[in-house]
């Protein structure tokens, strides 16, 4: 489980980096309630590493808590009141999915997030493209950082 913070956000995110591994954001609440969520998150990437589906592309598992709650909303359309909120993102092709094989938005469950998956591997889940942000993150010691110009080139 890897936590999204300003050093972590462009090995992350950003189109080329690892440009095949797919990643499973969590968006979660800051305090004893996204601890909660962060042990929820870690079951789900246990019960997917353990499951023996075959993986076509690396996965790996990000949570992003409310403090990057700006960058979220532009990017995913991911409000505060969507929270707890899963996503599945592909840096490489400058895209996410919100949506199961079934149609459904996904559910903070492993359930939802290993159907998206299968629904990429197979070709059926839709993607969105993830909107351009230029952005700061505020601390929630009230100081600003800035953390990345985010252009997308056209690739």
Not at 137 to 144: C, I, L, N, S
Request: aromatic residues 10%; glycine residues 8%.
């Amino acid at each position: 489980m890897t936590p999204l913070t300003k050093e972590t956000y462009k090995d992350i995110m950003e189109p080329g980096a690892e440009y095949t591994t797919l990643v499973v954001l969590g968006a979660i609440h800051s305090g004893d309630e996204g601890k909660a969520e962060i042990a929820k998150m870690e079951t789900i990437a246990r019960s997917f590493r353990r499951g023996g589906r075959k993986q076509y592309r690396p996965v790996k598992f990000v949570t992003a808590d409310e403090t990057w709650q700006v960058a979220l909303e532009r990017m995913f359309g991911i409000r505060t009141a969507d929270l707890p909120r899963l996503v599945v993102v592909d840096p490489a092709k400058d895209v996410y999915y919100e949506g199961t094989i079934e149609g459904n938005l996904v559910n903070f469950d492993g359930e939802s997030a290993f159907s998206v998956l299968e629904g990429i591997w197979k070709e059926w889940a839709k993607p969105k493209k993830i909107q351009s942000a230029s952005w700061a993150h505020t601390t929630k010691m009230g100081t600003t950082v800035s953390i990345y110009s985010h252009k997308r080139d056209s690739r």
